[in-house]
């Protein structure tokens, strides 16, 4: 269920794709330019799906900082780095492989780890629960070198998180009715029962979702979508996965959404912001977080 001591979602819908790309390229570019002010790096979580095709104006955007940039994915299917599958290829055919940034910055699954019948046949369906075991407390590994150093925090606090919405409601690799929507104390898990092809995977856990200092839901669909999100937004208590992901305070959860997939939600929308460092209080980021401040404020004058 959704965290009681966070705030609503914040909603954005977009009437085509290239205005909701370029939204969420400024988007982005505000979110970098804050967590490098405040500690000199950016870190930032991908998903695959739809998602690595919203993020293609990242080639050309002006004020990138690559070399401040660290990136992980949310989850990953255990494939090989460039196949099909692989929510890495993904990214780094839309994007990665055609910006400025070290190949050490990007933090993808450990492919040394694959046992023979994986390297062999990686969309099997009678995988070694070991080896999938394996990489995700290897990838956990990988989170722990670069925020343990920083952040003295039980979870990784990411600036970032950017995530999709299946038609059933699932993100990452955590889906409706599975055990691992209850996992609380792993950063990373391995999952063998995907419902959604290739079975085999590992995904980021609640904990580290809902830590972030942002997350970020992309979500471009048609009718095949517009029940669920309804759902999602209007109706969190059903607690399908997406519905679920909510950073405790003072982390915010934005939706980004072509207004066909939005056709049925009655959760009220904002108009986004462009976001111009030349006008200051047009932060959405920060106007959210004065609102949700004036809340508690008031709450506790109550008591």
Not at 90 to 114: G, S
Not at 120 to 143: F, S
Request: proline share 8%.
């Amino acid at each position: 269920m959704p965290n009681s001591h966070s705030a609503p979602p914040v909603l954005y819908t977009f009437p085509n794709s290239e205005h909701l790309m370029s939204s969420l390229a400024n988007f982005i570019l505000k979110a970098q330019s804050e967590a490098i002010a405040k500690r000199g790096s950016f870190t930032i979580a991908l998903s695959g799906g739809s998602l690595p095709e919203h993020l293609v104006s990242l080639v050309n955007l002006q004020g990138v900082h690559w070399e401040k940039w660290q990136i992980f994915f949310s989850d990953e299917r255990l494939v090989p780095l460039d196949h099909p599958d692989s929510n890495y290829a993904a990214c780094a055919k839309a994007f990665l492989d055609h910006v400025p940034i070290n190949r050490e910055q990007i933090h993808t699954i450990n492919t040394d780890l694959f046992t023979e019948a994986t390297i062999k046949d990686p969309t099997r369906e009678d995988g070694d629960e070991d080896e999938a075991v394996e990489i995700a407390d290897d990838y956990e590994k990988q989170l722990v070198s670069i925020f343990a150093g920083a952040n003295s925090a039980r979870y990784p606090t990411f600036d970032l998180i950017l995530l999709g919405m299946g038609p059933d409601g699932h993100t990452c690799s955590l889906f409706p009715g599975h055990e691992l929507l209850n996992e609380s104390n792993r950063w990373v898990a391995e999952i063998e029962d995907s419902p959604k092809p290739p079975k085999r995977r590992i995904t980021f856990t609640y904990p580290v979702l809902n830590h972030a200092v942002r997350c970020a839901f992309v979500v471009k669909g048609g009718e095949n979508k517009q029940d669920t999100l309804a759902t999602i937004l209007d109706r969190p208590e059903e607690g399908l996965p997406c519905s679920r992901v909510r950073p405790a305070s003072p982390g915010l959860v934005f939706w980004f959404v072509n207004e066909i997939a939005a056709v049925k939600v009655k959760f009220p929308k904002t108009a986004y912001k462009w976001l111009d460092d030349d006008k200051p209080g047009n932060d959405p980021i920060a106007l959210e977080r004065e609102k949700l401040k004036k809340e508690m404020d008031e709450a506790v004058k109550e008591d």
